[in-house]
């Protein structure tokens, strides 16, 4: 379980981020949406550890965050920032590689399951074929698929992707949410996630948690949530909902 209690993040004398409780269990899919600004990105980062929150606590199985060494956190959660590092003078498959230096070090010699990881990893993103590319010198997306690989091979039950399809195309966005579902139902890992479509978010996760200037305006199921009126309210435009068709679920589209 990961908890966040009395979290508070200020920038520049203006709080950025306030959060009274939100609990992410060890399974499950959670999408989080909202305006830009509205926090989402700044919650990954205190969960992920990578900034220090001005209040507040932020457990990790009952133990507090701050208490991990650098290697055992990795060992328990992945994070993908919004802002992708530079891989500068390296392949895919050595970018990959590196999701694996939470459980190999940098000495200790390559073993099956280490090389297991980093070849499922390519193959689950789609990334074999440009495994010896220089991961610098691909498209937005196809770089983007190569640092979610790399997530994948370090292999920890817990997986926090901010804005992880931003740079894909529509087919390469739902292929990957939905392999981060497939992640959460057959291997057992827990995924939040930062999401922009609210369709996507509504087709895949189990928990949508909606952020607005700063606060949890929303948090519950798809099916709550698809409500036009509520729609139109948290995202401040007139938002309707239209039948999909064959597959049941609706659709929301802004009403212009």
Same mark, same amino acid.
Request: hydrophobic share 45%; net charge neutral; proline share 4%.
């Given at each position: 379980?990961?908890?966040?209690?009395?979290?508070?993040?200020?920038?520049?004398?203006?709080?950025?981020?306030?959060?009274?409780?939100?609990?992410?269990?060890?399974?499950?899919?959670?999408?989080?949406?909202?305006?830009?600004?509205?926090?989402?990105?700044?919650?990954?980062?205190?969960?992920?550890?990578?900034?220090?929150?001005?209040?507040?606590?932020?457990?990790?199985?009952?133990?507090?965050?701050?208490?991990?060494?650098?290697?055992?956190?990795?060992?328990?959660?992945?994070? $993908?920032?919004?802002?992708?590092?530079?891989?500068?003078?390296?392949?895919?498959?050595?970018?990959?590689?590196?999701?694996?230096?939470?459980?190999?070090?940098?000495?200790?010699?390559?073993?099956?399951?280490?090389?297991?990881?980093?070849?499922?990893?390519?193959?689950?993103?789609?990334?074999?074929?440009?495994?010896?590319?220089?991961?610098?010198? $691909?498209?937005?997306?196809?770089?983007?698929?190569?640092?979610?690989?790399?997530?994948?091979?370090?292999?920890?039950?817990?997986?926090?992707?901010?804005?992880?399809?931003?740079?894909?195309?529509?087919?390469?966005?739902?292929?990957?949410?939905?392999?981060?579902?497939?992640?959460?139902?057959?291997?057992?890992?827990?995924?939040?996630?930062? $999401?922009?479509?609210?369709?996507?978010?509504?087709?895949?996760?189990?928990? $949508?948690?909606?952020?607005?200037?700063?606060?949890?305006?929303?948090?519950?199921?798809?099916?709550?949530?698809?409500?036009?009126?509520?729609?139109?309210?948290?995202?401040?435009?007139?938002?309707?909902?239209?039948?999909?068709?064959?597959?049941?679920?609706?659709?929301?589209?802004?009403?212009?």
């Amino acid at each position: 379980m990961l908890d966040v209690r009395d979290i508070a993040v200020t920038h520049t004398g203006c709080t950025v981020l306030s959060v009274d409780h939100l609990s992410f269990p060890d399974a499950g899919l959670t999408a989080i949406l909202g305006h830009n600004g509205s926090g989402k990105s700044t919650l990954m980062k205190v969960m992920a550890r990578q900034l220090k929150p001005g209040r507040g606590q932020i457990t990790l199985d009952e133990a507090p965050l701050s208490g991990f060494t650098q290697r055992e956190l990795a060992r328990r959660i992945a994070y $993908l920032p919004q802002q992708l590092p530079e891989a500068a003078g390296m392949s895919v498959a050595e970018l990959v590689k590196l999701g694996r230096f939470a459980w190999r070090g940098a000495i200790r010699r390559w073993t099956p399951e280490d090389i297991a990881a980093v070849d499922e990893a390519i193959e689950l993103t789609g990334m074999a074929r440009f495994a010896d590319r220089q991961a610098d010198s $691909l498209s937005g997306g196809e770089r983007q698929r190569a640092w979610v690989a790399m997530l994948l091979a370090q292999a920890a039950p817990r997986l926090l992707l901010d804005e992880p399809t931003s740079a894909l195309d529509l087919a390469h966005q739902y292929e990957l949410v939905a392999l981060l579902k497939r992640l959460d139902e057959t291997a057992g890992r827990s995924v939040v996630v930062v $999401l922009h479509d609210i369709n996507l978010a509504a087709r895949f996760a189990d928990r $949508l948690i909606v952020l607005r200037k700063g606060r949890v305006a929303f948090d519950g199921k798809a099916a709550d949530l698809m409500q036009p009126a509520l729609l139109s309210d948290l995202f401040g435009v007139a938002i309707d909902l239209v039948d999909h068709g064959p597959s049941g679920r609706p659709v929301a589209v802004v009403n212009s």
